[in-house]
């Protein structure tokens, strides 16, 4: 396990339902209600999101080229390395938010204090139930809002639907001359602030890795405040189908259009047209994998590209990047196991939350083993044995991705942030 020693508080994290065992049903879906990173408005802070249908996959077609913000067509664009992708540019930078102590441990930007208790359940710090589909997560905690000088600005990076936020993106303020004024990191709840700003016409322009965007704002003397979403044209993104796991329902959820493709077409598919590439949870062995896809994998990742893999696709991983990732047996048990989280960011975007069940809702995933290579970063682990959940590492100019869980047919709040977290990560 390799920890950055700037990730001095343990946030606790929740993951997602993941499992293969094809001689299982799944459990029947439950209903989902999931809270979203409100924008900052004082009529609806951490309001729950609504699960509206989310937009119908592309066919698998040649997709549009990237294109920069001014509109001149580029190839899909690579973010920067693993440390700076998850422990944010400089080391962990001011988040805006007031900045609470949960006792015991440094203090979180933007979590909130106490422990709430929610009635015939356990306790969990920053969350409810300690267990299943009744885990939420709390509101966002107020912003700081001292006395400054100058106009201010303040807004929310939103996912591209809207109801979901985008945390620990990079946003800047461009002047009419095209000059930079300032710079922050949003917070857990996608929020940022700008102090001692001039009044004039300005861009806000965000970005993690391939998920950004820019807008303008007349700000006046008074200040202002403006909510921007993700712009889907940066987005290129393609899944290949799995016997069990659907990730493509995370991506309807928020917005991101992908082309969904069988899973026997990856050796056929041409990668280099896609920013992230999704493997489902499938039935394979290291042993089944195509001497050309391995190729193709590892080209697409060192060439700048993202890899999310799940569960029993995992052979995909260790059979191309050998050694990279130490996986175990398709051993792991039914039922809601409670996790603990080890990343600075991701604890913010589940708001402070220190331990978050995740629920497997078939047996048989794929566990990984707790003793890791030191270049393999683990977000998440089993409180009881220390396997990790989420793993990531950099390759080239990319990243590969790793959860023993994926969209299953039980979800609560901290297993529906935490994927999206990690998505946007990639």
């Known amino acids: 396990m390799r920890v950055s ?4 508080a343990l946030s606790v994290v929740s993951l997602v339902a993941c499992a293969a065992n094809g001689n299982k049903e799944p459990a029947a879906p439950s ?8 924008p900052v408005t004082p009529a609806s802070p951490g309001a729950p999101a609504t699960a509206a249908a989310g937009p119908t996959s592309a066919p698998a077609t040649e997709a549009t080229p990237s294109t920069a913000l001014d509109g001149t067509p580029q190839p899909p664009e690579a973010g920067k390395g693993t440390k700076e992708a998850f422990d944010g540019p400089g080391g962990v930078p001011s ?5 609470t102590s949960i006792p015991g441990l440094p203090s979180i930007p933007g979590a909130p204090t106490g422990v709430p208790t929610t009635p015939g359940g356990a306790t969990v710090p920053g969350g409810g139930m300690a267990e299943g589909l009744n885990f939420k997560l709390p509101p966002c905690p107020p912003m700081y809002s001292g006395l400054t000088f100058g106009a201010g600005v303040t807004g929310t990076v939103l996912m591209p639907k809207g109801d979901m936020a985008l945390g620990a993106a990079k946003v800047t303020l461009v002047n009419s001359l095209g000059a930079e004024q300032a710079t922050t990191i949003t917070d857990g709840c996608g929020r940022f602030r700008f102090d001692a700003i001039l009044p004039g016409v300005y861009k806000v322009r965000f970005a993690v890795r391939t998920f950004k965007g820019e807008s ?7 200040g202002t405040h403006v909510d921007v979403r993700v712009d889907v044209k940066f987005l290129q993104v393609g899944v290949f189908q799995g016997s069990w796991d659907k990730v493509e329902k995370i991506l309807d959820k928020v917005g991101v259009p992908y082309q969904l493709f069988p899973n026997n077409k990856l050796e056929s598919t041409d990668l280099s047209k896609f920013n992230i590439v999704f493997i489902n949870c499938n ?3 290291e042993s089944t994998v195509p001497a050309k896809v391995k190729e193709k994998l590892k080209a697409f990742v060192n060439g700048g590209g993202a890899l999310y893999v799940s569960d029993r696709a995992l052979p995909y991983v260790t059979a191309t990047w050998p050694g990279q990732v130490n996986g175990g047996t398709n051993s792991g048990n039914t039922g809601t196991h409670k996790h603990t989280v080890f990343d600075f960011q991701l604890g913010s975007y589940l708001r402070g939350a220190l331990t978050v069940p995740i629920i497997y809702d078939l047996g048989g995933w794929r566990r990984l083993s707790k003793d890791q290579p030191g270049t393999t970063l683990a977000l998440l682990r089993d409180e009881k044995t220390q396997e990790p959940a989420i793993v990531t590492f950099a390759s080239g100019g ?3 991705g790793y959860t023993t869980y994926h969209q299953g047919a ?5 297993m529906t942030f935490s994927l999206v977290f990690f998505i946007t990560r990639l």
């Open 410 to 414: 039980q979800m609560n709040d901290a």
């Open 398 to 400: 990319g990243f590969v």
């Open 216 to 222: 303008s704002v007349n700000v006046p003397a008074g």
């Open 95 to 99: 988040i805006p938010g007031i900045p």
């Open 5 to 8: 020693n700037r990730l001095l």
């Open 31 to 38: 209903p989902v209600k999931t809270t979203a990173a409100a």
């Open 283 to 285: 039935e394979t062995s």
